[in-house]
């Protein structure tokens, strides 16, 4: 169906309880919601937000549009978790409210502040044209979970240079001083970041732009920017939009990616930095967000999807999940994602296996299953290709395999079931060169995330299969490899 204007900017008051039942029902009646992942209770999901360790616990918010699977008026829901694994969702956290959020609560960032969760939004405002007002907008979480938004913005204005895309601040402290860093479109059409600094929280100057190495061609807007420090170095997080496909590169609509340098220089609003890298080389993946916990571990979680693409659950009411939690660590000047070591909670009956394949695929007898962790070794090779295929059936497959000829990791979901999003491919590659080969994979309902060699590329992708499509395979082509597989079902 096609979505008005005002069907997408009703406010939660003009919805009866009934249509709300209908559309959960709806939701709750589809075969591809997820087990174990962080999904909207009905509606469409996006950017994580507020992303925070406090009072004992892991507080995660997102984007939400409650009425269907549509980006229309953005409010935060709020889920909660004391291990990262199990969630408990609280509901609405944030609701557009007042003239300065009254066309949605856009994306944001928590910051722990005299025992209280200070919150730091995007208000979202549309003048009579339609033409967008951008505000930065500040709520407050005491530790009963209440929360209460400040009554005028800290951020009212863009700064000159800027155009009304200004949004998604993301906070951190440093001394006795509060920064943030704000995504933004220059007036000539080019994505940079910008740096605020405050005492308190609420009175903030702008400090101007971050200057990078990247030059005044890389992408039309950045959103989503977040930064940090790990391992004495400073690290930049951002999604930059409207960057052009370069061979295994850049191959989703929009992308997500860091650079690594020096610590920022607040003084000179400078971050010296190397290359850009993508955060992750699949299919979905946006809008990512970090927190430190206090274990004083650095943690990601992005949004499983992307804007401007149907997928096929909207038909079901709902769209899109949040990724698994992951640890970041700086490996030779890489980012190194891993999944928590929390999530081995998840585990729990375990199936293992040992053999040579050779010119053959080998389906793997109390293999199958839509829901588990796979971890797939392979060694000896002398194979043009090996790897794994999952959530087989009758005609489908979702294939995770080695091309060492070309020595790259390859994802196809050519056959993964139903097809959505075709003009973007159906095969996602990125060249890695090692003698072992490793694919941690975790498969929930309809996603499956893959993260090679330990966390040094990392494939996330949504898939729509058959329920019966449950098999799971290993093969050879060309030559022969090793193969140590075991799996764990998820409880």
Known sequence: MEWTKEQRYRTMEDVSEDEIQALAKTVNQCPWRQSFHI??????????????????????????????????????????????VHWENVGMAIEPSNEFDRHGAYSGSGIE??????????????????????????????????????????????????????????VWKNGDLFYSVIGAQRKNETGSVVLYRSRDLIDWQFAGEVKTGLGEEFGYMWECPDYFQLNGQGVLLFSPQGLKAEGDHYQNIYQSGYVIGSPIDLENNELKHGTFHELDRGFDFYAPQTTVDHQGRRILVG?????????????NGWAHCLTLPRELKIIDGKLIQLPVPDLNLLRGKMVETSRSVENENVRLDHFEGDVYELLAEFSDSNAREFGVELRVGENEKTVIKYDAVEKKVV?????????????????????????KISFRIFVDVSSVEVFVNDGVEVFTGRIFPDKNS??????????HTNVKAVKWDIN
């Open 113 to 170: 502040h005299d025992g209280k969760l200070y919150l730091m939004y995007t208000g979202n405002t549309r003048d009579e044209y339609w033409n967008r007002h951008p505000y930065q907008c500040l709520a407050v979480m005491n530790r009963d979970g209440s929360i209460v938004k400040m009554d005028t913005p800290v951020i009212a204005e863009v700064p000159s240079g800027y155009t009304d895309h200004f949004r998604d601040p993301k």
């Open 411 to 435: 994802f196809d979901r050519t056959s993964s079931g139903e097809s959505f999003a075709e003009e973007f491919g159906t095969i996602r590659k990125c060249t890695l060169d090692a003698e």
């Open 39 to 84: 999904q909207p209770v009905t509606g469409l999901l996006n950017d994580p937000n507020g992303f925070s360790y406090f009072n004992g616990e892991y507080h995660l918010f997102y984007q939400w549009f409650p009425l269907g699977p549509v980006h229309g008026l953005k409010h935060w829901y709020h889920t909660k978790s004391k291990d990262l």
């Open 303 to 315: 949004w499983m999807g992307l804007p401007e693409i149907d997928y096929p659950t909207d038909s």
């Open 470 to 479: 449950n098999g799971i395979s290993v093969f050879a082509r060309g030559g």
